[in-house]
């Protein structure tokens, strides 16, 4: 029998700046599929289907603590498990696998994190505390506790005519203050509602009154009785255009907006093109 001939063609020559291939996990270590904690308390793992259970060792004493799982293991390509934090009161664990047999504990190997997602992982829900998923330079999966700063939980925020509206849980001083890169700009009252929350109003007269410099778009916080505000579950890694919040308008003109940092807190940009914000 006949066959055609083929003809090759020779590869081209790999470019200096191509982009190296990915790593892979060192022989013998088990290999993370995915790994999250994507409402702030609970982790999902999987890892390449393997024997034994997952756990997570504590850094700090070398504590090995058992995982139960909330949801069944029914994919036969996986070993998986979502988990509760909430009783974890170490700084740092490191995911591994235990071998069925009661050998040692094995660390979870995980391929390198993605630096410019736009998911991030939400605080926990008394907002004191938010859980990081890291890699070593072994390529370890690592778990951080990573303490954060009091805040007060915004509740609502909308438009009433002209004004904002903003609606956050009760503290002992009850001012809303509007802050600036030099300090105070800007206070308000705050009024008990009737579900026992806190509520306070800006007009465009009120921001008029900012003592910012004109002609130049500026970014404020907010603060209730001193601490800053914190938007509820928040896990976007730039809420400026994930989330839509309202804006008060100066005729054509947008002169306010309620705005989101990266860290999931409040505040107000003024737009000073025009000598103020009304």
Known sequence: MRFPLRRTVDAPAAADDA?????????GRPAAAYAGVLDGRHLWLAIDAAPGSLALR???????????????????????????????AGASYDAVLVPGSGGRARPVWISPLPHDSLVRTPVSEDGRYRWDLGRLDDGTLRLTRVEQPETVLLRRVGLAGDSFVLTTDPVPEPVLTLVGDTGSLLERPMSPT?????????????????????????????LVG?????????????????????ALFDGDREAARVRVTPDGLLGVWLDQ???GAA
């Open 19 to 27: 982009a190296p291939p990915p790593p892979r996990p060192p022989r």
């Open 58 to 88: 504590e850094t700090d004493s070398g504590d090995v603590v058992s995982l139960r799982s909330e949801v069944d293991d029914d994919d036969p390509a996986y070993r998986s498990i979502r988990v509760d934090l909430a009783g974890l």
């Open 194 to 222: 009737r579900d026992g929350l806190l509520e306070a109003t800006l007009s465009l007269a009120d921001l008029s009154l900012a003592d910012l410099p004109p002609d130049v778009p500026a970014e404020t916080r907010v």
């Open 226 to 246: 001193g601490l800053p505000v914190r938007r509820r579950r928040h896990d976007l890694s730039r809420p400026g255009i994930g989330v839509i919040l309202p």
């Open 273 to 275: 093109r025009t000598g």
